[in-house]
């Protein structure tokens, strides 16, 4: 079988640092939250959570799953600030980079 990683990246999203003291089981709730809402009928998808700069932390997973390709969400605007992640993605993999376009969010 063929294997892609999906990556999702918004810039606006924010981690808010909150005691736990049972990471794994929050983390373990998160990923299967996610999966079951943006990975509907991949039963073999896993989400792997990674905290660094995001274009090398994606690459990098990349390296690890030895995916056949990358597809990534371009923000369907010419505006330098946006999209520099899926730019840097593009310019760097040594993988085919299927680029999709986002849906502007309202």
């Given at each position: 079988?063929?294997?892609a990683?999906l990556?999702r990246?918004?810039?606006?999203?924010?981690v808010?640092?909150a005691f736990c003291?049972q990471?794994q089981?929050?983390t373990?709730a998160y990923?299967?939250e996610f999966?079951?809402?943006?990975?509907r009928?991949a039963p073999d998808?896993?989400l792997?959570?990674r905290?660094g700069?995001?274009?090398?932390?994606i690459?990098?997973?990349?390296?690890?799953?030895?995916?056949?390709?990358?597809a990534?969400?371009?923000p369907?605007t010419d505006?330098?600030?946006r999209?520099?992640?899926?730019?840097?993605i593009?310019?760097?993999s040594?993988?085919?980079?299927?680029v999709?376009?986002?849906?502007?969010q309202?």
């Amino acid at each position: 079988g063929r294997t892609a990683l999906l990556v999702r990246l918004r810039s606006g999203d924010r981690v808010r640092a909150a005691f736990c003291d049972q990471v794994q089981y929050e983390t373990e709730a998160y990923a299967n939250e996610f999966l079951a809402r943006y990975c509907r009928g991949a039963p073999d998808a896993r989400l792997a959570l990674r905290v660094g700069v995001p274009a090398d932390e994606i690459l990098a997973t990349a390296d690890d799953v030895a995916p056949d390709m990358l597809a990534i969400g371009w923000p369907q605007t010419d505006d330098p600030t946006r999209g520099r992640v899926a730019r840097e993605i593009v310019n760097r993999s040594r993988l085919p980079v299927l680029v999709v376009a986002l849906a502007e969010q309202t």
